[in-house]
């Protein structure tokens, strides 16, 4: 591990180091000039050198550059970061710019006739995928709204209905959408056990899996290569290799059905398992996993005890580090170094009113007020990857912010809201590229999913519309 960590920092090397690596090629008379030149602007060329090679849109002048400016914003940050992104610990803090009142006003997609499920904001921010419970997937222009493409879905079989055609979309809800970090491939996964794969550039479908045995909950691209990770109730986790579009491998050890994963750009995949309350790391690698028990129960809220019977999602801070939500409403911290949680807010969206009717007996009463109030329990995660910015959705109206607390104290606290009404099924967050690329300083726009019903299920409905909404929050 120690030559590992080594090579790594080598990889990335420091301003010295630079010299080597992005020196120009020279004749005899200006190598003989370059003898003559001073330190400061010998860092002053490399550094320049080094700038071209990243492809930054830097606006500066020739005339404005400071060799130790450059030392310091530019060279140095942008070595930081790449270092501790390959160690995968998060290390921006970016939260801190989103402590404002966020304007309501939203770009609403309506195109959805039935509860809308899943969605996802590709890399770049040009497009946004959704879907919804009559199998249609569609396609938007993220910053304009305007409808680029819809996917059908397909009758399901029954007495008067053929077989449905599975070359053509799903015939049943879509429950998941991943796209691959090119902006190449769009993955949905559905109730009818199917794994759709499409195509962003030419909006055709190019494959169909059928090798889960029950519904597909969850998808999730790596961030470094095309290869897929999806979920299923069926309990089993699969690996595909999107650009031979393929099947790789299948894991196993969950007792109930997995209803959400999460993954960066290491080969490693974090998922909850629904009731049996356990959250798995996969060293896919390795070949391993790591258990992590849930079913956290709250310090007797209101005079309630509200227990974590569900884990229902998860979304990953860092390669170390992730947050699950459930049915108690509890927002949960892990790291990979405890099988606890490291740290737990517990009914973090409030609880649902209770409206007591009434009634001529007092004792009747008495025994309607003991019925236990329920909390708003977490039906959507999303973060910021490597940051100390995450989000959390339910059907309580708001989407809420929440910050990582700095330095070694664990725990995260509620930095700002985001009106929505209805059930939010999904939350897909994206960083825009900005005019600089080393900036620290960027918007990110966040798409919320919103449906009447919940995603998995029609045991509540809200009076609302199915639509997707669209915040983007300047920096």
């Known amino acids: ?33 370059e003898f003559l030149e001073t330190a400061a602007e010998k860092r002053l060329r490399v550094a320049k050198d080094y ?42 803090r970016i939260a801190s710019n989103f402590a404002y009142a966020i304007d309501k ?12 499920t899943c969605v996802a904001i590709s890399p770049n921010g040009q497009y946004l995928y959704s ?10 222009n993220r910053e304009t709204g305007a409808k680029l493409a819809v996917f059908h879905g397909q009758k399901k ?34 109730r009818d ?33 095309n290869q897929l990770y999806s979920c299923s109730a069926d309990r089993m986790v699969k690996l595909w290799n999107i650009d031979e579009l393929g099947y790789m491998d299948t894991l196993f050890g969950h007792q109930d059905g997995i209803l959400s994963i999460a993954a960066l750009q290491r080969e490693q995949a974090v998922t909850v398992g629904g009731r ?13 996993q790591l258990v992590f028990r849930g079913g956290s129960s709250t310090d007797h809220h209101q005079d309630r005890e509200f227990v974590e019977d569900c884990i229902d999602c998860v979304t990953m801070i860092d390669e170390e580090t992730y947050v699950t939500g459930g049915d108690s409403g509890a927002l949960s911290l892990w790291s990979v170094q405890k099988k606890k949680p490291v740290y737990i807010h517990h009914v973090s969206h409030g609880v649902h009113p209770i409206a ?18 329920r909390p708003h329990w977490i039906t959507a995660l999303a973060a910021v990857p490597f940051t100390d910015l995450f989000f959390s959705a339910s059907s309580d109206g708001w989407i809420r912010l929440w910050q990582l607390r700095p330095g070694k104290t664990p725990g995260f606290d509620l930095l700002n809201v985001i009106p929505v009404a209805g059930y939010v099924n999904g939350l897909s967050v994206c960083e825009l590229p900005g005019e600089n690329p080393m900036s620290t300083k960027r918007d990110i726009v966040v798409a919320a999913a919103v449906g009447q019903e919940p995603r998995l299920g029609r045991w509540e409905k809200q009076k609302v519309r199915n639509v997707v909404k669209v915040f983007q929050l300047p920096s």
């Open 1 to 33: 591990k120690k030559a590992s960590k080594e090579e790594e920092e080598s990889d990335i090397g420091d301003i010295e180091d630079l010299e080597h690596r992005y020196e120009t090629e020279t004749d005899e008379a200006s190598s003989e000039d």
């Open 51 to 92: 700038i071209d090679k990243v492809k930054t849109t830097t606006t500066l002048e020739a005339e404005e550059y400071d060799a130790a400016q450059i030392d310091r914003d530019l060279i140095a940050e942008r070595l930081m970061t790449d270092a501790q992104e390959r160690s995968g610990k998060w290390s921006r």
């Open 157 to 190: 079989k029954t007495k008067k209905n053929p077989p449905p055609n599975h070359n053509l979309g799903h015939s049943d809800h879509i429950l998941a959408i991943a796209i691959s970090n090119d902006n190449k491939y769009v993955a949905t996964g559905g």
């Open 356 to 373: 007591l009717p009434t009634a001529d007996d007092g004792d009747e009463n008495d025994e309607i007020s003991a019925i236990p109030a």
């Open 276 to 288: 049996d309350k356990t959250v798995r790391l996969w060293k896919i690698a390795d070949e391993t």
């Open 105 to 116: 006003s939203a770009l609403v997609l309506n195109g959805h006739k039935l509860p809308v």
């Open 131 to 140: 879907g919804c419970k009559d199998g249609r997937l569609v396609k938007w």
């Open 193 to 225: 056990r199917r794994i759709h794969i499409w195509s962003v550039k030419e909006d055709k479908h190019l494959a169909v899996f059928h090798q889960h045995k029950d519904a597909v909950t969850g998808l999730v691209f790596r961030r470094t290569v």
